[in-house]
């Protein structure tokens, strides 16, 4: 019990036992009852004496009028040599019930708050994930920018921005660009074949090769073009209900 103070009534002295202590006692008697008071509510409303001396001499008060408080007004409860407060019981368990309501909203706040800091610190993990995807792919892609131009020292200028920006375009969940998802990748042999069909000077001229992504991106008209250029190369193509439309070396 963390409270350490209980009311007192402000027509406390009206109470008729009250009226009656003052009347035989007076102010000293009433005195003596709220001193009785304060050392139960620190006791948890029960003392326990085996002489009125003895608690008399703690309270600094005369023994005598101490019984009388206790015993002649009916302001006290006496049970087995010890006695209590109604009044005060009352309020001690008023006390410890708002003490118990406020520690289980203490504990459904913390709860809660942990639960949001646990769901926060899952969210803020997606989010670092997500970051350090795009940042990988960000650092691949400056990695094979700078391959690009580090190792074909003859090739333009032109030619090795076109052929970086195509084979680094990123698939729709931005986690690999167009060259890492190729079966077989050979950065020298793409670069000759790209300069040779000069691919970036020449919009009318297609890739050497099947390349699905770049299928989907045609009008109907560019898609036959590009179909009787990978026959030309030596594709055909194959249908299959569950892929589709696939082109291979014939």
């Given at each position: 019990?963390?409270?350490?103070?209980?009311?007192?009534?402000?027509?406390?002295?009206?109470?008729?036992?009250?009226?009656?202590?003052?009347?035989?006692?007076?102010?000293?008697?009433?005195?003596?009852?709220?001193?009785?008071?304060?050392?139960?509510?620190?006791?948890?409303?029960?003392?326990?004496?085996?002489?009125?001396d003895s608690l008399a001499f703690g309270l600094q008060c005369d023994p005598v009028i101490l019984k009388q408080v206790i015993e002649d007004f009916d302001l006290f409860v006496i049970e087995d040599d010890c006695f209590y407060s109604?009044?005060?019981?009352?309020?001690?368990?008023?006390?410890?019930?708002?003490?118990?309501?406020?520690?289980?909203?203490?504990?459904?706040?913390?709860d809660k708050r942990t639960n949001n800091d646990s769901t926060t610190s899952i969210s803020k993990a997606k989010v670092k994930q997500s970051k350090n995807k795009e940042k990988h792919i960000l650092l691949r892609h400056e990695a094979f920018t700078q391959k690009v131009f580090s190792e074909f020292k003859d090739i333009s200028e032109e030619d090795k921005v076109a052929f970086a920006e195509y084979w680094t375009e990123p698939n729709k969940s931005n986690t690999k660009m167009r060259f890492e998802m190729e079966k077989t990748w050979d950065l020298s042999r793409r670069m000759k074949r790209w300069v040779?069909?000069?691919?970036?000077?020449?919009?009318?001229?297609?890739?050497?090769?099947?390349?699905?992504?770049?299928?989907?991106?045609?009008?109907?008209?560019?898609?036959?073009?590009?179909?009787?250029?990978?026959?030309?190369?030596?594709?055909?193509?194959?249908?299959?209900?569950?892929?589709?439309?696939?082109?291979?070396?014939?």
């Open positions: 019990m963390k409270k350490t103070y209980f009311n007192h009534d402000s027509n406390a002295r009206y109470d008729i036992r009250i009226i009656k202590l003052r009347s035989k006692i007076g102010y000293e008697g009433y005195g003596v009852f709220w001193a009785i008071l304060e050392l139960l509510f620190i006791e948890e409303n029960k003392l326990c004496i085996d002489d009125y109604k009044r005060l019981y009352k309020q001690i368990e008023d006390i410890n019930l708002k003490s118990k309501k406020a520690k289980e909203s203490v504990k459904k706040r913390w040779s069909s000069n691919f970036n000077k020449n919009k009318s001229n297609f890739p050497e090769h099947y390349d699905e992504m770049y299928d989907k991106k045609l009008d109907q008209t560019k898609r036959n073009q590009y179909y009787n250029h990978l026959k030309n190369l030596g594709y055909k193509s194959i249908y299959s209900p569950n892929a589709g439309t696939k082109w291979i070396k014939a």
